[in-house]
């Protein structure tokens, strides 16, 4: 008798123990109809349609989109033929580069940031300086530390290599001679002997130079727009949740991964500013990640706002192919630059495991320590919108799990 | 021996306790007791005291009472030379700087001359908490210093707590309201439904009389925040047209995060000013 008392005690025992197992999974798969919306919210499906783009009619044509990804990656739009688009955005990268200071033909100040999903953003750059991905695309190639070339190199590589692909997309190009490409003339208050150079061009050469400037910036925007995630483990979990399909739930996040989940919408407020599909609010905040050492003083969005404003190729620019009535984020900008000082634009969580290390400076090395920098600001320091629940370090490895989660192979133009 | 000792002991504390200080000058904080620093006179008790980088001028700087927070500040600095008199008539900034953030503030401190040396400082606009430097610049006569004090841990000002504002039961949602004064009958109706987040989009109002007449070529501007989190608005959104009939366009909105957002009209019509305010809950 004593001798199957405990057997049948602990085979009883085993059975609650398994099915309050099972329960408890399952618990954590539960999710009210609130936290449904939130999912879905974040869901892949749920992206909108690549909106249009007022400012380039070019985004679209197929033509457009090839010529594109050919200027992506042609290291000869460069000053030392070594640098293309794809440097800093190698494509087995996830089109974006593991250093913490971007380097092309010199050291800039900032980290690469990622191409996912551009088509959505409204400001490009981490301080928003530029209003449309076309004009983002022409940034780095007449600076110095970037590609180190300018728009008159363009044009004479453009005429060299791809004029006829040029032309089925934007029409004949002017008839340029050789004196008015000079190669070292750029609008450039960095160079002066490059600026010198520009300003004796005449009026009607520099427009018809930066034409063909823009054009390429545009083609480069067509392709780079392609660049979108495909599901990831996460948007599979948030199917089945959708499908009320347990089997599916469980085969595709651990339950390390989903406490991360509810603490990514929950606890840990993350959706504060990294809402939507792409997991970003595209918003500026000061968040008090410290500068770098050694890098000249990065007021981000604060020196930013004027610079968008007086951009060369922005929305109201004769370059763009909006109407003035389409320029309604210039329109309505926020000029009150003392609220963004030391403000960077917020990036996707898409792909984010592979792309240490973070923040506009590559200042912290690890996901791990993100977490943990956000969660030891002290609340006397933290603004408000990153006030979070208390969380300890177990729930910062679900948090970076479920982080983990969000990765995915990317989609573009073949 | 002993008693002249005791005597001459005596007359040096009463010496020392009777030493005046300049009552008649700057705010009556901190205690009277005057002490040397070397060739300067520091003479508020609760005080900060600096001497200048080349030792020709000293600030003794005052703040009120809770030091300096986020946000907007005033103090008193009350300036001597180094033959420890007044320094009257000087050119004096204040530049607020974060060293480790390699910033400072958008708007210069307003520097006002009291007389006797005190000199207020108003519009001490830190924007963020952490590291802060006060670098005071004094120049007279072409002797020109720098002062430099330090606030290591300048914290957030919570009197704007919106970490404890919550979000209120039964939260008025109403898209129509009656202005502040009752003067107004305001309504919206986003273009966009339901209100969605990060896109840029535009409101129709239809502005009214208490008595149900519309109101054409009002005066309308609005405004808006998160409560909970201070922020503002990420654009600056504006009534562009009147279209008739009471109806205005509202264009440029835009909500950057879910939440409660609260948002206020100013309206002026008929010579009448009043305002409302609309509460919205966005879903993400």
Redesign the interface.
């Known amino acids: 008798m004593i001798k199957r008392v405990p057997s049948i005690f602990a085979l009883l025992l085993l059975t609650m123990l398994f099915f309050s197992g099972i329960a408890q999974c399952m618990d954590l798969h539960n999710w009210t109809d609130k936290q449904k919306?939130?999912l879905k919210?974040?869901w892949l499906e749920s992206l909108p349609h690549l909106p249009a783009d007022p400012t380039n009619k070019y985004v679209s044509q197929p033509e457009a989109i090839s010529f594109g990804k050919e200027l992506f990656f042609d290291d000869r739009l460069s000053g030392n033929l070594k640098v293309s688009c794809s440097t800093c955005h190698p494509e087995n990268m996830n089109f974006a580069d593991n250093l913490p200071l971007a380097h092309g033909m010199g050291t800039t100040s900032r980290r690469s940031m990622p191409l996912i999903g551009m088509g959505y953003n409204?400001w490009l750059f981490w301080d928003g300086r530029k209003d449309s991905l076309w004009a983002q695309a022409l940034g780095p190639f007449e600076s110095s530390v970037e590609h180190g070339f300018t728009r008159t190199q363009c044009v004479s590589v453009i005429l060299e290599n791809y004029k006829d692909e040029y032309e089925r997309i934007f029409g004949p190009l002017p008839a340029f001679m050789k004196r008015d490409l000079p190669p070292l003339a750029k609008p450039s208050l960095d160079e002066p002997s490059a600026l010198k150079a520009w300003i004796i061009l005449s009026p009607e050469k520099r427009q018809q130079i930066t034409t063909v400037y823009a054009n390429m910036g545009k083609a480069i925007a067509a392709f780079v727009r392609t660049i979108m995630p495909t599901p990831s483990r996460f948007d599979h979990y948030v199917e089945a949740v959708m499908a009320d399909d347990s089997a599916g739930m469980l085969a595709n996040l651990s339950n390390d991964e989903v406490k991360g989940l509810r603490l990514f919408i929950g606890k840990a407020k993350c959706?504060?500013?990294h809402?939507?599909p792409l997991f970003t609010?595209?918003?500026f905040h000061?968040t008090?990640v410290?500068?770098r050492q050694g890098t000249?003083?990065?007021?981000g969005r604060?020196e930013a706002i004027a610079k968008v404003l007086a951009d060369e190729f922005n929305c109201y620019s004769q370059y763009s192919d909006a109407q003035h009535s389409d320029c309604?984020?210039l329109?309505?900008?926020?000029?009150?630059?003392?609220?963004y000082?030391?403000a960077f634009k917020t990036p996707t969580l898409r792909n984010v495991a592979e792309r240490a290390p973070y923040m506009h400076a590559g200042q912290i090395p690890t996901l791990r320590k993100v977490l943990e920098f956000y969660r030891d600001l002290p609340?006397?320091?933290r603004?408000?919108?990153l006030?979070h629940g208390a969380l300890n370090d177990m729930e910062l490895l679900q948090l970076e799990a479920f982080l983990r989660t969000l990765s995915s192979p990317l989609k573009y133009a073949q | 021996m002993k008693k002249l000792i005791v005597l001459v002991l005596g007359l040096m504390i009463v010496g020392c306790v009777t030493t005046p200080g300049p009552e008649s000058v700057g705010p009556a904080s901190g205690g009277k007791a005057t002490h040397k620093h070397g060739a300067f006179t520091k003479h508020y008790e609760s005080s900060l005291f600096e001497v200048s980088r080349n030792g020709l001028y000293s600030v003794e700087m005052v703040l009120g009472a809770p030091g300096l927070l986020t946000g907007v500040n005033a103090l008193d600095i009350i300036v001597h030379d180094n033959t420890d008199h007044d320094v009257v008539g000087a050119e004096i900034s204040v530049t607020p700087w974060m060293p480790?953030?390699?910033?400072g503030?958008?708007?210069p401190p307003v520097v006002t001359e009291k007389g006797g040396g005190l000199y207020s400082v108003e519009n001490v606009?830190l924007?963020?908490?952490?590291l802060w430097e006060l670098r005071v610049n004094i120049s007279k006569d072409g002797v020109t210093d720098t002062a430099v004090f330090s606030f290591p841990d300048v914290?957030?000002d919570?009197k704007h707590a919106?970490?404890m504002v919550m979000v209120p039961d039964n939260l008025d949602l109403a898209t129509q309201q009656m202005s502040e004064n009752n003067k107004f009958d305001l309504s919206y109706k986003s273009g966009i439904e339901p209100l969605p987040?990060?896109t840029?989009h535009s409101w129709t109002l239809i502005l009214k009389k208490a008595d149900g007449q519309p109101i054409t070529g009002a005066e309308i501007t609005l405004d808006g925040d998160?409560p909970?989190?201070?922020?503002?608005?990420?654009?600056?959104?504006?009534v562009t047209q009147d279209l008739g009939d009471g109806k205005y366009l509202v264009?440029?909105v835009?909500f950057?995060?879910?939440?409660w957002w609260v948002i206020k009209f100013r309206i002026r019509a008929g010579g009448e000013d009043d305002t409302a305010t609309f509460n919205l809950l966005l879903?993400?």
Do not use: W
């Open positions: 919306s939130v919210s974040l409204t959706t504060n500013c809402t939507g609010n595209g918003q000061n008090g410290p500068q000249p003083p990065d007021n604060s309604v984020n329109r309505f900008i926020d000029t009150a630059t003392y609220k000082i030391g609340p006397g320091k603004p408000a919108d006030e | 480790m953030m390699g910033h503030t958008y708007e606009i924007v963020m908490s952490g914290q957030m919570t919106h970490t987040i990060n840029i998160m909970q989190h201070g922020h503002g608005l990420p654009t600056v959104p504006e264009e440029g835009k950057s995060m879910p939440g879903k993400e």
